[in-house]
């Protein structure tokens, strides 16, 4: 009673007022006393929180209430530092590793920020070319190393033949082939995040040189015989080692039908015990 009086309300209320005396009581005037509800904070941050770069994920309010006029308020970087959006959930798609805070923003209250870390990881990026021999003799082998480009999170070089993504012959980098036949290889990046297109790269089996020497057969003794090389297998120039039996000799930038006179004391045979290609 009285001219004042002081109220607490925990909800809505409306509130009346009269005079009550020994002659009559008046109508009553009355006023509603709004009450605005606090928010409380969320509890956590649902959402995929390990993506690829270059993708988005959609991060969503866990538990908490909007109190009065409120609305969920988001930010990157630290709590109330960048705005990245507003409501229960917010799609964002960072380039690194980021950390997302949350909190409610109303009439009464902020309440304090959640947060989670969003991991971005790389993707991987094609090599821009293969370092090795484009040509081999057969029997031999080189080594192929991937030139340029990144390997992503998880990832590692895989090699093939027949196709990008054929049949597998080996992984990482460098790599020893030994191929019988001319054989085109194919390399390319695999991880998490993505698989880049192949790399190709061509190695050349070229057959082993092959040849001989020819001349007179029978010559009086003391006189000079003309040699000739012939090479029937390879690429010219060629190099050549070749022996009488007794003395080894050596010729470089031979082609086939190039000759040779030797001064032939007595009964020798001529053999080439090397040969030597330009491939």
């Known amino acids: ?3 004042s009086i002081s109220v607490s309300p925990t909800s809505t209320t409306t509130y009346f007022v009269r005079a009550e005396g020994t002659c009559n009581n008046t109508t009553c005037a009355q006023l509603t006393v ?4 606090l928010s409380t904070a969320a509890s956590g941050i649902s959402g995929t929180t390990t993506i690829c770069e270059g993708t988005s994920t959609t991060l969503s309010v866990v538990g908490g209430t909007l109190g009065s006029g409120a609305n969920w308020q988001w930010y ?3 709590c109330g530092g960048t705005a990245v959006g507003s409501g229960p959930s917010v799609t964002i798609t960072p380039a690194t590793n980021t950390d997302y805070y949350v909190r409610a923003v109303g009439t009464c209250n902020t309440t304090n920020c959640v947060f989670v870390t969003v ?3 790389d993707t991987s990026e094609p090599a821009s070319s293969v370092a090795g021999s484009p ?4 029997g031999g082998n080189t080594n192929l190393s991937s030139v340029g480009g990144q390997l992503g999170v998880g ?4 090699w093939y033949t027949g196709s990008c993504g054929g049949t597998i012959i080996g992984s990482g980098s460098p790599i020893n082939v030994a191929p019988t036949i001319s054989t085109t290889y194919y390399l390319r990046a695999e991880g998490l995040c993505n698989t880049t297109v192949c790399t190709p790269f061509t190695v050349n089996v070229n057959p082993l040189p092959n040849g001989s020497m020819s001349g007179s ?15 029937n297998v ?6 050549v080692v070749y022996t009488d039996g007794t003395n080894v000799f050596s010729k470089t930038g031979v082609n086939s039908g190039d000759t040779i006179n030797e001064l032939v004391a007595s009964t020798t045979t001529y053999t080439i015990s090397q040969i030597t290609d330009a491939n």
């Open 76 to 78: 990157s970087g630290s």
């Open 34 to 37: 709004t009450v605005n509800q």
């Open 155 to 158: 990832a590692g070089w895989n």
């Open 135 to 138: 040509a081999i003799c057969i």
């Open 1 to 3: 009673s009285g001219a």
């Open 234 to 239: 390879g690429t010219a120039p060629f190099d």
């Open 119 to 121: 991991t971005v990881n």
């Open 217 to 231: 057969v029978t010559l009086c003794s003391g006189f000079d015989t003309t040699l000739t090389f012939n090479f």
